[in-house]
């Protein structure tokens, strides 16, 4: 597909404000009555954390990725972090509640920004954390102690990828922390056709070597990776069965033609994870010398909670 004759018909590209906006909607915004159908109760879109081999449920795996992300980044009370893609909420509203953190948290999702904000009202946290409709990009000169940011920079396509990671890096104080959770190719970053034109528009996965060399031209250091590869493959075996359990629910809603394209994507996604062609891993990252404002070791992170 990459010769010259059939690179017309591959998708085209483009990450701007407005792009990103479009492509953000248009998958997110199917509805959260889709998503509910098969997703777990937390309403998590990404890679869960099984601490007990296959045994775990899905949304005792995706609480455990939760708190599995928070604490490395050794949270302290009072202090505040940035959720970059926020999704539907989980990750930042359990900041907020259990580590006493003031969070924000961006999505250029309406449906999911209207989600969170009622769960905002409804828990009682409204000073403690606010939601915003708008991209990461227009956050101007705030900064916060730590940045989370699950699943995103999947959206920001190579020519982006390097601006993103310096927004990382402006928006944390001095000694900051982030954990950067994401899809990553060790062979090197690619692109999916059929994905982008008919699941995730925009959709780019970079390369290992690439993300490393983008972090430290941002001017961060990395304190600690983790591969996750065959936890997102066990997550997407279970949403595939989640969802082929409501299939005539999803059919009813969306069409034949969409049932068996999301199908599709999620069982190609399982068996890329199962094949090493994808992996997801999670970078820890600090503004300064690496691990300056961490414990001395690792010991920290598997904390039961």
Known sequence: MRASKFRKFLPKQKHTEKQSQ?????????????????????????????????????????????????????????????????????????????????????????????????????????????????????????????????????????????????????????????????????????????INKYIFPGGYIPGLVEIVSRIEEANLQIADMEMLRRHYQRTLEIWDKNFNDHRSEVEGMLGERFARMWDMYLQACAASFESGNIDVIQYLLTKGPSGKSLPMTRQYMLNDR
């Open 22 to 194: 479009e492509d953000i909607q248009s998958h997110y915004d199917i509805g959260n009555d889709f998503y509910k159908l098969w997703l777990d109760p937390t309403m998590t879109y990404s890679c869960a954390y099984f601490t007990n081999g296959n045994t775990d449920d899905l949304e005792a795996a995706q609480i455990a990725k939760v708190h599995h992300i928070l604490q490395k980044l050794d949270p302290k009370p009072g202090k505040t972090l940035l959720d970059i893609g926020c999704g539907w909420g989980t990750l930042m509203l359990t900041a907020a509640k259990e580590y006493g953190l003031k969070v924000t948290g961006v999505t250029l999702s309406q449906e999911q920004f209207d989600l969170v904000n009622k769960k905002i009202k409804d828990m009682g946290l409204e000073d403690q954390a606010e939601v915003l409709l708008e991209d990461y990009r227009e956050l101007g000169n705030r900064d916060f102690d730590y940045v989370t940011s699950v699943g995103m920079f999947e959206h920001v396509g190579s020519e982006n990828l390097g601006e993103y990671f310096k927004d990382v890096a402006k928006y944390l104080k001095p000694h900051g922390i982030a954990l950067i959770h994401g899809i990553t190719r060790q062979q090197g970053g690619a692109t999916n056709a059929w």
